[in-house]
């Protein structure tokens, strides 16, 4: 058990950096203390505040007059915002995890590589559509290292695509795919997102499809549940609810993500999801320094 916490801050106070911030207040191994953005009045800044949290409104230029007020930086900005502050964080010593598609640090699934990536100074969540995904294609591809080709199809309530979600499409579109074709070694993968204005609103949904000849579908779906099971532990709304079905030469999978409903309504589950794995490489890091310092 830690007996202290270790010192994290937000960039970006929006509606991912908000979640994020009440998602750490209940942590065992976090405490926030600097959320900072650009606006004292948005409804961000104003829970912060509400919590005995300090706020700021002079975004990194904060954390770059006060190196020590925390070791952990979240940016929740956007992916052209975080180019110009990873090299700022870099030589300040911080450990950054990066809620934006920037596509600079390495790429962090926390139930596929979650013991590399807390070794980096710089990690990137990928996106939404990528944490949802790149698991189930990780999965697939261990019984069958042969496909090339990964499809993945992410439907999202047009509610919970935010600002930040719309203006950065194409690096989301670019971060998945890459991410795909890391992780799962294939030659192309395609990503998609679909914003539906149903109302209702729907929770998000994540289809990964490619084509195998002849799947082992025993080991596909035994590996599919075992990584569905991993994720669970830290996104609790993720439910597979197509197994591996092969069809005409297809293989899909489905699965469903609710959030937490913590800042965020339970139906945007594209926002929960980056933000539970955040948070999960945030409280490894924490209890790595803590293990570390105790030698």
């Not at 270790?6 to 911030?21: A, E, K, Q, S, Y």
């Not at 750490?24 to 949290?53: D, E, H, P, W």
């Not at 030659?187 to 002849?214: C, F, Y």
């Amino acid at each position: 058990m830690m007996n202290k916490k270790i010192n994290v801050g937000i960039i970006g106070t929006g509606n991912i950096g908000t979640d994020l911030l009440i998602k750490i207040q209940r942590s065992k191994y976090l405490k926030c203390t600097i959320f900072a953005g650009r606006n004292l009045a948005s409804s961000g800044m104003s829970i912060a505040a509400s919590m005995g949290v300090r706020v700021s409104d002079e975004g990194i230029d904060v954390m770059i007059r006060e190196p020590d007020i925390c070791d952990i930086v979240f940016d929740a900005t956007s992916a052209k915002s975080h180019l110009i502050h990873a090299p700022i964080l870099e030589r300040l010593e911080k450990f950054v995890i990066d809620m934006t598609p920037a596509k600079i640090g390495i790429l962090c699934v926390p139930a596929v590589n979650l013991k590399e990536a807390v070794k980096s100074k710089n990690v990137n969540m990928i996106t939404c559509g990528g944490q949802a995904s790149i698991p189930i294609a990780y999965a697939i591809s261990q019984v069958h290292p042969e496909i090339e080709y990964i499809e993945s199809v992410s439907t999202i309530s047009s509610r919970s695509a935010g600002p930040a979600t719309r203006i950065n499409i194409d690096e989301y579109i670019e971060a998945t795919e890459k991410g795909l074709m890391i992780f799962s070694e294939v030659k192309e993968a395609k990503a998609m997102i679909n914003l539906n204005p149903a109302n209702p609103a729907i929770d998000m949904q994540t289809t990964v499809m490619t084509e195998i000849e002849n799947p082992n579908i025993e080991r596909i779906t035994e590996e599919v549940n075992k990584m569905v099971s991993n994720i669970q532990q830290y996104v609790p709304g993720y439910k597979l609810i197509v197994s591996p079905t092969f069809d005409n030469c297809r293989l899909l999978v489905t699965v469903r993500v609710q959030g937490l409903g913590d800042y965020l309504p339970k139906f945007a589950g594209n926002l929960d999801i980056i933000n539970c794995a955040a948070i999960e490489v945030a409280e490894r890091f924490a209890q790595n320094k803590f293990n570390k310092d105790k030698q």
